[in-house]
């Protein structure tokens, strides 16, 4: 094992010292666990209803603001929200807390649309807040998902536990493949 670099020594080197200020704060948040153990996992937090989930960074392409107006489609079921043009591509937008039948996400300043990044189906996910990244260590996961307020299950893949905090993880995938979410027409 070789030991860490001193900060002096990297003074002349800013993007040397930016990776090892990194590398030292991440072993810092997770407890000063590093290696096979401490192998980060990082993904987007997000509440829902009463409840905060993640989502896999690798399964996120963006989070955007809601537009003013979306354009409705005719004959779609109700938790399709509407269409919205970004960058000339026709996403459309999915009331996350409808489609999993815990009600219509109310219209707030703090809501946020998360583009899933799937390669065959676009979809954007109407959500009540998105919190940032979140980042865990290996050793933090447990495939048993927590229960959640929102009716969830079945696309949950595990949680991550800190303290007395649990993050269960929404899996993106799941979600868009899954028949119901691809009978979108009435």
């Known amino acids: 094992m070789t030991s860490a670099p ?3 020594d990297l003074r002349d080197q800013p993007f040397e010292l930016l990776r090892e200020l990194e590398r030292r704060g991440r072993v ?14 990082v993904g987007v937090a997000f509440r829902l209803g009463g409840d905060t989930f993640l989502v896999a960074r690798e399964e996120t392409r963006e989070v955007m603001a809601v537009p003013a107006s ?3 489609v005719p004959g779609a079921r109700p938790w399709i929200r509407g269409l919205m043009n970004v960058r000339g591509q026709l996403l459309p937008i999915i009331d996350l807390r ?13 809501a946020r649309i998360i583009v899933a990044n799937h390669r065959d189906i676009p979809a954007g996910l109407l959500v009540d807040e998105v919190l940032g990244f979140r980042r865990f260590v290996d050793s933090e996961f ?10 969830s299950e079945r696309y949950l893949a595990g949680a991550f536990r800190r303290g007395s905090e649990t993050w269960p993880v929404l899996s993106l995938r799941l979600l868009v493949e899954s028949p119901s979410f691809m009978q979108a027409a009435v």
């Open 98 to 110: 409808q489609y999993l039948g815990s009600g219509v996400t109310p219209p707030a300043r703090n």
């Open 70 to 72: 979306l354009t409705r």
């Open 142 to 151: 447990t495939s048993e998902p927590p229960p959640t307020l929102i009716r």
């Open 6 to 8: 001193n900060l002096r």
């Open 28 to 41: 810092a948040a997770s407890g000063g666990q590093e290696g096979p153990a401490g192998r980060e996992w």
